[in-house]
């Protein structure tokens, strides 16, 4: 063999190698897409669904929030008004009974 020839068939050996290399990588990527699609059509079937139940869960949060700050204010309310009507004058002290 030349070694014109022999640079030659190097040449073609590493660009197949590297043609292939690449052919295989196109090929893992090309099989990734289709299984990333699929899954793709299968969630977005069901975002309508998980977004209402994600919506529901959030209103009855918020209800519950609601009914939990109020009870709290109604606490306080009625913890003022039970300070403000308590009589606040000076205790009477009360005749003690002495032992002599």
Do not use: E
């Not at 793709?40 to 209800?63: C, D, F, L, N």
């Amino acid at each position: 063999m030349h070694p014109v020839t022999m640079r030659n068939s190097s040449v073609s050996l590493m660009t197949a190698i590297v043609t292939a290399i690449i052919v295989f990588l196109l090929g893992i990527a090309w099989a990734s897409v289709r299984s990333s699609r699929k899954a793709y059509r299968t969630i977005k079937g069901g975002v309508g669904a998980a977004r209402k139940g994600y919506w529901s869960a959030v209103g009855g949060v918020i209800k519950i929030g609601f009914w939990a700050v109020l009870l709290l204010v109604v606490l306080v309310v009625w913890q003022v008004h039970d300070v403000k009507t308590v009589d606040n004058s000076t205790p009477t002290p009360t005749p003690s009974v002495s032992h002599r």
